[in-house]
């Protein structure tokens, strides 16, 4: 196959070609994304071995510190994987990030404890998160970029999703281990050295992805990528301002409610509601297989009724019906129930998470395309995506949690009233 594949090409493609690069991309998006919520998902049992004292909401609110300081390198990562994609090619671009998930997962994987280095183990683990927080900042804006382009005009919405399907994956894999080793291990078991071992399995998994990210072929051409606004932030921010700021106005709202009911979901079921944690760990295992499978629905229905108009309706309901879910869950007691709230708001963020990352690309010209959907997003994200759990947290213990779902609420509805006022992407003529 050649190096570069024209747009006439793209056309071309048969179906199992497109697959081919549709998994080929995604393959290391499942993994990193997998390798970054393990973090989230495992806190529950190693926040002791770096964070000895206090309550256990104390030791939760500084590791989902930490947590949250991996988003804050997001940027970086964006803007540096997105200057790399667009001036030396998507594919280049998706094999670094995806090797330096690897290290930064094999580094916790490793790590000393508390009581064996004292305060460098906190430190250490903070290192590591920044690196994976880097990486991740890059992979979604080239991933989601790629997988815009090689996706099949008219169906753009059904195979970019598949993005949300690998990125959902990821945690759900993450998920799935997790309930593995707690059948096959004690709590203790766990908590002394059980944790690492779904870091081990991310690492060797980088792998898989490395090898089928080696065989896919690059989208843009020679002379787009030697173009002299190829990868720039002036250009980006002088040219294609407005894209920049809309994007950033809905990742603030999608990005806050998407981590709100995934990541943090499961520490709310534990800490709120008083289930325990493997009963949360079940319910939400089957949650997020249901979220995977929605996020191709949704995705074509973005193709029948407009990128704008799902947007407006993730917007408006979201807005609407947070607080009353999340009133509701609080008092739930049974775990059916919970299960049902939880994917009935999920179903609501699938109308912007199916359409995500092609939503970005569709807003940017190639020559910016991954600079674009990576640092608008990044940006976003690491301000309100990654502080979730941390601002749910910090409600909760200042005994004010009911605060946490107006918020969410709140930034929700600046994402309808932005939704409101963008061009529609899919007759803007930018992705060819």
């Not at 803007?79 to 916790?108: E, P, Q, T």
């Not at 998160?129 to 989601?144: D, I, K, N």
């Not at 049902?340 to 807003?363: D, F, N, Q, R």
Request: with cysteine; proline share 3%.
């Amino acid at each position: 196959m050649s190096q570069h594949i024209t747009p006439q090409e793209i056309e071309a493609l048969t179906p199992r070609q497109r697959v081919f690069a549709i998994v080929g991309a995604s393959s290391g998006n499942l993994v990193e994304w997998f390798d970054f919520y393990i973090y989230s998902f495992c806190a529950l049992y190693f926040s002791a071995a770096f964070f000895p004292s206090g309550n256990p909401t104390t030791q939760l609110l500084n590791t989902a510190g930490i947590f949250a300081a991996g988003f804050l390198m997001r940027p970086i990562g964006g803007w540096m994987f997105g200057r790399i994609a667009d001036r030396y090619g998507r594919k280049n671009s998706m094999l670094i990030s995806v090797l330096m998930m690897c290290g930064g997962s094999l580094m916790i994987a490793v790590l000393p404890t508390y009581a064996q280095i004292g305060t460098a183990a906190p430190v250490l683990l903070l290192l590591a998160r920044l690196f994976q927080g880097l990486s991740v900042g890059g992979e979604y804006g080239t991933s989601a970029t790629y997988m815009s382009e090689v996706a099949q005009p008219g169906r753009r919405g059904f195979f970019a999703s598949f993005q949300y399907v690998t990125l959902i994956g990821g945690q759900l894999l993450a998920l799935l281990v997790l309930v593995v080793l707690q059948q096959l291990l004690t709590e203790a078991e766990l908590k002394a050295w059980g944790w690492r071992i779904p870091f081990v399995l991310g690492a060797c998994a980088a792998l898989v992805s490395l090898y089928l990210r080696r065989s896919l072929t690059e989208t843009t051409s020679a002379t787009e990528r030697k173009s002299k606004e190829a990868g720039s932030v002036a250009a980006l921010l002088r040219d294609h301002r407005r894209a920049f700021i809309t994007v950033l106005g809905f990742t603030a709202g999608g990005s806050l409610i998407f981590y709100t009911f995934t990541t943090y979901m499961q520490k709310y079921l534990v800490n709120t509601v008083g289930m325990d944690t493997k009963t949360a760990s079940a319910i939400m295992t089957v949650v997020l297989v249901i979220y995977m499978c929605l996020q191709p629905v949704f995705g074509s229905l973005s193709d029948r009724i407009g990128r704008k108009t799902s947007m407006m309706w993730f917007g408006g309901l979201a807005a609407i019906a947070t607080v009353p879910i999340m009133t509701a869950l609080r008092g739930v007691a049974s775990p059916f129930m919970a299960g049902v709230l939880i994917v009935c708001a999920l179903a609501i963020v699938s109308l912007y998470t199916s359409i995500s990352g092609l939503i970005k690309a569709e807003m940017f010209p190639v020559e910016v395309r991954a600079l674009g959907v990576g640092l608008s997003y990044a940006v976003a994200n690491a301000i309100f995506g990654g502080s979730a759990e941390y601002v749910a947290l910090w409600f909760k213990q200042a005994g004010m949690e009911s605060n946490f779902y107006w918020y969410v609420s709140v930034m929700c509805a600046i994402a309808f009233i932005v939704s409101l006022r963008m061009p529609d992407p899919t007759k803007s003529g930018m992705l060819k």
